[in-house]
């Protein structure tokens, strides 16, 4: 590594070459070490098809400060890396390039060839994500990288269907489903997204049998009467009691259906009958089935009428809508049509309309698997970081259902079930089975998959090795804390839970930190179709992943949503340039070659060592707590303002060749390169790269940053006396600074200081440092006799006043000031008449409104303080 640092810094000749480095020290990869306590995070899988975006930018940055934090604190930290198949994401990208290139679907490949391309496109495009979290500069151990779709993964999802089929929590079954006839393929309720649409009720008459009379329903979807079965009233209706087991005839089919009852049916709702259409609505299903009703499915696999539609045969459901309300109406039998807002539910993919349909599907039974997850929450085994987050997810778990677990997709693990050809029977078994064990005939494969998250909730244990007992599984699991977005709780979080008390035995994590979403500067989510998105990798080509990573954690709390602004990586990156200026300027002076600190402390020593140890306590506190903002705005905060704006200021004189006391010299390096290599130790896991940089540049014990002892609190630099006092001092100086840039006096012209205080001692040691950086020319310390013609510079422990005539030309002064004033007062005026103006307030947005009230008030106090001092100057 170079001793030297670059005259500015330069994050793209620095970060590549520093990751480098990590990598060829392997000091990412972590070793089983029983005399060491294990810390692990399994990376939340990205889409094998994915590219870096903001939302993982963000999710890495956290877990990396966590793993390097833990790293440094002596744990063996690993961070298990890898990706996800995802089966629909990945299938519908290889789709859409064979549609494009070819011209050609699956089908025309068929699947051995068509799961071919996609394994190429795995290949070629799988190390992407991968290089780019590189980028970032995650320190994952790469020698751990899993795949959804390897060869232990694979093991264990087997192993794990046929465990729950042979425990009875798998089954197949006909159940309503939530059908995307886009993706062609059954999705879990969790991959449902609802919203409210505009649309209609129509009320529907379905005439009585060989009578006159008629009965009204409504419905938002009238295709599917195509499929009805029955219309249901309450038994306690005392309308329709005369109805029950009477005869309908179905409109358009001309079926006869009965008129049932049922509790399940709302009098006071609508008309109080309901359409029963067993095959498209869950609520109808529970009911078919309480009646022994039939179940007809009208909709084919792309939502277009079916065989039992008659002569709506092959119509889109929406154009069989429209044909059978016209129908419908030149039959007299339409009552009424209402316009209603309902809740529909759509692909979380593709934002496709999605239809509930009675299929055959495998589910997991979720009831037995869920109690003791919901336990494993509520006795505080496992822990949500934020705490209210735990809510949705008991919500989630005490109110599931059972999991469909079967996809009509090709890529992904192919369910592990073989179907006689000949006689129907089913094996389930995680060998492949060719031979019916019943009748000798040969078997075939279920020809589905299963859902991605089938994989991925196992993902905390399958990666370690299970269900064999490796020695990483024995070591590294339960892992600790899980990192991830609240949008996919009920996804990945809760199945996780679920999958690890059930096949491990213990709870796969014992934290979950949730992190909210990230959103553009106006608080929208970043979204191709608004074209907001901004690329992380953009950013850091331009102002480093140092920056990237600082912006992203500053000001964030743990659940809370935030906003991506430029302005905060550009604040990032001046922090970055500030603290090597810093370093750059220590190595100037420094003749020392270790870290120790002196014997004997001058005041600002103890000062910014006792702030210093205070921060180390604070910042450690708060990474505990997992309050990564806080604890980063901290480290901004100490390191820009107390150790280079001051602790420096205050020791140059101490470290210019000029300074003759060879002891003050050195005692001033050594506090000064101890408190600056432990601090960019605190600071490394937020901004790895320039710190590991400057570190290396500079006097230090050991081989690398990355795998220094974080710094730890210290008794001995406890130094609050001396602390407080430099602190006032410091307060004075910066108060009569204040004075004197609101008196505009340039800091060259120097002053007499007359200062009163009950803390004289203090005033007297410090003296040098107010004549230095309060620009005085002399320092008197006692009583004052007048303050007249002199101006004050008050704090709670000093009053200091500085003589008028010294400080400026009176008469020059006053016109200035007057000018000032005149100017501040056509401001105001000018605002005042932009908002008076009727049109511009009718038409400007509020924020504009707002901006122009608050430079008002801004002008006004301006304006106040200026003739306040222009009123004292005239007094003179
Ligand atoms: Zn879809
Ligand atoms: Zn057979």
């Known amino acids: 590594m170079s001793t030297e640092l670059e005259k500015t810094y330069s994050p793209q000749n620095v970060e590549d070459k520093i990751y480098d480095f990590w990598m060829k020290n392997n000091y990412f990869h972590a070793e089983i070490d029983k005399s060491k306590k294990p810390f692990t995070i399994v990376i939340p899988p990205p889409n094998v098809t994915g590219q870096l975006h903001m939302g993982h930018a963000f999710d890495e940055t956290l877990q990396d400060i966590l793993i390097r934090y833990k790293r440094m604190c002596g744990y063996s930290a690993l961070w298990l890396p890898g990706t996800d198949h995802a089966g629909i994401a990945t299938q519908i990208k290889v789709e859409a390039e064979l549609r494009e290139k070819e011209h050609k679907t699956r089908y025309d490949l068929g699947r051995d060839a068509f799961l071919e391309r996609v394994w190429e496109w795995k290949e070629q495009y799988g190390s992407r994500i991968i290089n780019q979290l590189k980028k970032l500069g995650s320190s994952c151990d790469w020698e751990r990288e899993r795949f959804t779709m390897d060869e232990g993964c694979s093991k264990a999802v087997k192993e794990v269907f046929v465990n729950l089929y042979n425990k009875g929590l798998i089954y197949k079954g006909s159940r309503i489903i939530n059908y995307c006839p886009h993706c062609k393929t059954a999705l879990s309720d969790a991959e449902v997204e609802y919203e409210e649409q505009g649309g209609f009720f129509w009320h529907i008459r379905y005439p009585v049998k060989d009578s006159d009379e008629y009965v009204i329903v409504a419905t938002t979807r009238p295709e599917t009467m195509l499929g009805d079965t029955a219309v249901a009233v309450n038994p306690e209706d005392k309308r329709y009691r005369h109805l029950i087991g009477k005869t309908l005839v179905l409109p358009l089919v001309g079926r006869e259906i009965p008129v049932i009852e049922d509790d399940y049916v709302d009098k006071e709702f609508g008309t ?281 954690v500053t000001g964030n709390s743990p659940g809370n949503d935030m906003r991506f602004y430029i302005e905060e990586v550009l604040a990032a990156r001046n922090f970055a340039n500030k603290i090597w200026n810093a370093a750059r300027f220590a190595k100037t002076y420094l003749t020392i070659d270790k870290v120790e600190l002196p014997e004997k402390l001058e005041i600002e020593d103890k000062w910014i060592l006792n702030e210093y140890n205070k921060a180390v306590k604070e910042i450690r506190e708060n990474l505990d707590k997992f309050e990564l903002g806080v604890a980063a705005q901290k480290l901004y905060d100490f390191i820009w303002d107390k150790l280079c704006d001051w602790y420096i200021e205050l020791i140059k004189p101490r470290l210019f060749e000029t300074n003759t006391d060879k002891a003050t010299n050195i005692s001033a390096q050594q506090v000064l390169c101890y408190v600056l290599t432990n601090t960019l130790a605190l600071l490394h896991p937020f901004m790895p790269y320039v710190t590991e940089e400057i570190w290396q540049s500079l006097p230090h014990d050991g081989d690398a940053l990355i795998i220094a002892n974080y710094p730890e609190f210290s008794e001995e630099l406890v130094f609050d006396k001396a602390g407080k006092e430099m602190e006032n001092v410091m307060a004075l100086i910066k108060e009569i600074r204040r004075v004197r840039k609101e008196m505009d006096v340039p800091a060259s012209k120097k002053t007499t200081l007359l200062i009163e205080t009950e803390n004289e001692e203090t005033y007297k040691d410090g003296t040098a440092f107010i004549q230095r950086l309060a620009s005085a020319s002399e320092i008197v310390i006692g009583k004052i006799d007048t303050t007249e013609g002199k101006v004050g510079a008050i704090t709670a422990d000093a009053k200091a006043y500085m003589p008028m005539g010294e400080l400026i030309d009176i008469e020059k002064e006053k016109a200035r000031l007057q000018k000032e004033i005149d100017r501040l007062n056509s401001e105001i005026e000018r605002v005042n008449k932009k908002l008076s103006n009727e049109g511009f307030v009718a038409k400007a947005p509020q924020n504009v409104i707002d901006a122009e009230k608050q430079k008002r008030e801004g002008y006004q106090k301006t304006l106040e303080n200026t003739e306040k001092v222009l009123e004292d100057l005239l007094k003179l």
């Open 272 to 552: 109080g009958c309901v359409k029963i259409t067993p095959a498209h609505d869950p609520n109808d299903f529970e009911v078919g089935k309480r009646h022994n009703l039939e179940e007809i499915i009208v909709l084919d696999n792309e939502a277009k009428i079916n065989e039992n539609g008659g002569k709506y045969k092959g119509l889109d459901r929406y154009e069989a809508r429209k044909i059978m309300i016209e129908d419908l109406k030149a039959l007299g039998l339409i009552e009424k049509i209402e316009p209603h807002d309902h809740n529909v539910g759509t692909c979380y993919r593709c934002k496709t309309t999605v239809e509930p349909l009675a299929s055959e599907q495998w589910f997991v039974k979720m009831k037995p698997l869920a109690q003791p997850a919901i336990e494993a929450v509520k006795n505080g085994s496992i822990k949500f970081v934020p705490d209210r987050y735990a809510n949705s997810y008991l919500h989630w778990m005490e109110n599931i259902r059972d999991w469909c677990i079967s996809r009509q997709l090709w890529w992904g693990h192919q369910i592990p079930a073989y179907y006689c050809d000949a006689c129907g029977e089913m094996v389930v078994s995680k060998d492949e089975v060719k031979v019916c064990p019943k009748c000798g005939a040969s078997m075939h494969q279920d020809e589905d998959v299963l859902d991605t998250w089938f994989s991925s909730a196992l993902w905390p244990f399958s990666t370690l090795g299970w269900p064999e007992n490796t020695a990483d599984l024995e070591y590294f699991y339960p892992t600790n804390v899980l990192v991830t977005g609240y949008d996919i709780i009920p996804f990945w979080v809760a199945r996780m839970i679920f999958s690890g008390i059930e096949h491990t035995g213990k709870e796969p994590f014992d934290t979950v930190l949730i992190h909210g979403l990230i959103r553009d500067s106006q608080g929208r989510k970043f979204s191709k179709s608004l074209g907001n998105g901004i690329d992380p990798l953009d950013i850091i080509k331009d102002y480093g992943a140092d920056a990237l990573r600082f912006m992203l």
